[in-house]
């Protein structure tokens, strides 16, 4: 089969009628045909050498005739070389319209292209083949004018235009409309038949959807009760959690507390010792007895406050969880600005900018808290941002209050980042007079909680002791997380007029 042929499948019932019918009628015309034109060589050639011209062509057309009912019976095997011989046989010797034959077929069989040219050749062919048929004048020597009744030698009536046109239309279409209607009920054959097969393969396909289904349905069960065990378990854990957090919470505000305990004992019980040695200097120096007893009363009230206080701080703090390396006994406000640079923020990018009004003038309570908030921000940021530039300020002083800012870029897939875990990743502390934080950078509203995040992230424990505090010293804390930069703002009061002895 040549390439581009269609393969027609086993013969079909009206296949096999055509070839015991139709094919021992084809023969007897293909045969006939030269023999009609062997009787009328007498009249086409009366010249002698003419006449044996024409014997010898009606010999060569019997052998061509024979040939192509041989190709009659070839025509399933190769009907692409059997209709281009029957062709060039039909077009050059009168064997009749032997095309015919195998024209359906191979319509059927080629492409679309060569099937319209064939029709074409075919038609041709048929005008010539007719045209050498009306060649013999008489009844006996043409098939035409056999089927018209019309012969010339005996003064017969004119050939029928219309009855040639009518043979030839009907000789002409009858082979190819078969063949265009075989092929069209090939393709449609071939159409349901891939119909069937996507058929089949839907159902197939059918049965393999119900039974992914129900192994599907079989999974969503099993997800169902994996699901409801994860809530459970989720539930359990967020339970836990924040059990953990309020534990965590609360020991940061005890460790915190413990801490500004000791500051309170060292600052507070300072001031009671010296009040309690000028009152024993008074005491000596009295001439008037009622003043002498009045310095004595100071100082042993200013005695038992002591001892008071370094009573209730032993009570309240335990040295050994003491985390705190930082000496801030040894630093004063003035020396902020090199803390920073030299010891807080040692080995690490800082940048500090520090303007304090009058610092040596800040009681030792507000400077131990400062320094105390700057060290916990400077470490946290120092931790949770390594390498990455921290830039702290510090401006303020006597009757504005004092404003601490600590800024480090956001690092890392954990937001709010430069921070310790705790109870809140982020909170605003009301301030204890509003009237005082008018150099504040940022004041929250009234009604708002002491503790607001202004940006969700991580939990941090660091800024509770921040909160614990400012919020003792009656000052706020706020953390924002902006453009891509993590930021602590604090304000703790400094009331003016107040000044370290």
């Not at 393969?201 to 065990?229: A, C, F, I, P, W």
Request: hydrophobic fraction near 40%; glycine fraction near 10%; include cysteine.
């Amino acid at each position: 089969m040549n390439s581009g042929a269609k393969d027609l499948g086993p013969r079909s019932r009206l296949g096999w009628v055509k070839s015991f019918v139709l094919i021992p009628i084809a023969w007897f015309m293909t045969i006939g045909a030269p023999a009609f034109y062997f009787v009328g060589v007498e009249e086409r050639h009366p010249n002698g050498w003419l006449n044996g011209v024409g014997t010898f062509y009606s010999v060569i057309a019997m052998a061509a005739a024979i040939y192509a009912c041989y190709l009659f019976t070839q025509r399933r095997q190769n009907p692409r070389r059997t209709g281009h011989i029957l062709a060039a046989l039909q077009l050059v010797f009168p064997v009749g319209p032997v095309l015919a034959i195998v024209l359906p077929r191979y319509i059927r069989t080629q492409p679309a292209k060569d099937g319209i040219y064939m029709s074409g050749f075919y038609g041709v062919s048929l005008i010539v083949t007719m045209a050498r048929d009306l060649l013999g004048q008489s009844a006996d020597t043409s098939i035409l004018r056999n089927l018209m009744n019309v012969d010339d030698t005996d003064g017969g009536g004119p050939i029928s235009i219309t009855f040639l046109i009518s043979i030839f239309l009907i000789t002409f279409l009858l082979p190819i409309g078969l063949g265009y209607w075989e092929a069209s009920r090939d393709a449609l054959e071939e159409t349901e038949g891939r119909l069937f097969e996507q058929v089949g393969q839907l159902k197939q396909r059918d049965v393999q959807l119900e039974e992914k289904e129900h192994q599907l349905g079989q999974t969503s069960e099993r997800l169902e009760e994996t699901s409801v065990r994860l809530e459970q378990t989720s539930e359990e854990l967020e339970e836990r959690s924040r059990a953990s957090e309020e534990m965590e919470y609360e020991l940061s505000r005890k460790e915190e507390r413990e801490i500004m305990a000791r500051d309170i004992h060292d600052t507070v019980g300072h001031r009671l010792s010296l009040v309690s040695l000028h009152a024993g200097v008074l005491e000596m120096l009295a001439q008037d007895d009622e003043l002498k007893d009045k310095a004595v009363q100071v100082r042993q009230e200013a005695q038992q406050a002591v001892d008071e206080l370094r009573g209730l701080v032993h009570v309240m703090r335990n040295p050994a969880k003491r985390t705190d390396t930082f000496d801030y006994d040894n630093y004063e406000m003035t020396d902020l600005a090199d803390v920073i640079e030299h010891v807080l923020g040692a080995g690490h990018p800082v940048s500090s900018s520090v303007f304090v009004t009058d610092p040596e003038k800040a009681l030792g309570l507000l400077t131990k808290s400062t320094y105390r908030i700057v060290q916990e921000l400077l470490t946290n940021a120092i931790k949770h941002a390594p390498g990455e530039i921290v830039r702290v300020k510090v401006k303020g002083g006597p009757g504005q209050g004092l404003n601490i800012s600590v800024a480090n870029p956001v690092t890392g897939g954990v937001k709010g980042a430069g921070l310790n875990s705790g109870p809140a990743d982020g909170f605003a502390l009301t301030p204890h007079d509003p009237q005082d934080s008018a150099s504040s950078t940022s004041v929250p509203q009234s009604g708002e909680s002491a503790l607001t995040t202004r940006e969700g992230g991580a939990r941090v424990g660091g800024l509770t002791g921040i909160r614990e505090r400012a919020l003792a010293m009656g000052g706020w804390v706020l953390v924002t997380e902006e453009d891509g930069e993590f930021r602590v703002d604090a304000w703790l009061p400094w009331e003016k007029g107040s000044a370290a002895e």
